[in-house]
């Protein structure tokens, strides 16, 4: 009896999270701010990045926990091997942005916000952003693995990836 109740609870948590995790048609079309000023979508975005497990990061250059949590993203890179990174700005403008790129020596796929309401504009929203640093998951076939991570959660992150 108690196999049968945590394979039904399995089956029904499985089903709810996997109607959470996927991507909006708002998120996927929203356009992002390249280094080049030209724009891109969130679904090309994550179409070049299929193939390989990718970890998206939604920070800002004046966010005290993203600052903190760097040196952690940067140990990622360099331990686990075959990962895209994919660094999401919001930033208030495009200088603040590649200012703190510069500075913090971001390496990976770097895109902007631009949109004045940060957070809670239409990207921040149609990703249900409520806090940054905040990291999503793929696996190699573009499927999240974990779409709501935050700094403290770096160690189920790097099991995602290694696994």
């Known amino acids: 009896m108690k196999n049968a109740i945590m394979i039904i609870a399995l089956v029904i948590s499985t089903m709810v999270c996997s109607q959470e995790q996927k ?3 708002e998120a996927l079309s929203y356009k992002l701010v390249t280094a080049d000023k030209s724009k891109i979508s969130f679904e090309k975005i994550l179409k070049k990045n299929k ?3 990718t970890v998206i990061e939604i920070w800002a250059g004046w966010c005290s926990d993203c600052i ?13 091997e075959d990962v895209n990174y994919v660094f999401i700005s919001m930033d208030k403008s495009y200088d603040k942005w590649q200012e703190a790129v510069a500075k913090h020596k971001l390496e990976g796929d770097l895109y902007w916000v631009d949109d004045e309401k940060l957070m809670k504009g239409v990207f921040g929203q149609a990703i249900n952003l409520d806090w940054i640093p905040r990291y999503i998951v793929l696996n190699e076939k573009g ?8 700094e403290t959660d770096f160690d189920q992150i790097e099991a995602a990836l290694k696994n």
């Open 23 to 25: 991507f909006s048609k």
């Open 51 to 53: 193939g390989k497990k």
């Open 68 to 80: 903190k949590a760097m040196p952690r993203v940067k140990q990622m890179q360099d331990n686990i």
């Open 143 to 150: 499927e999240i693995l974990i779409y709501r991570a935050i």
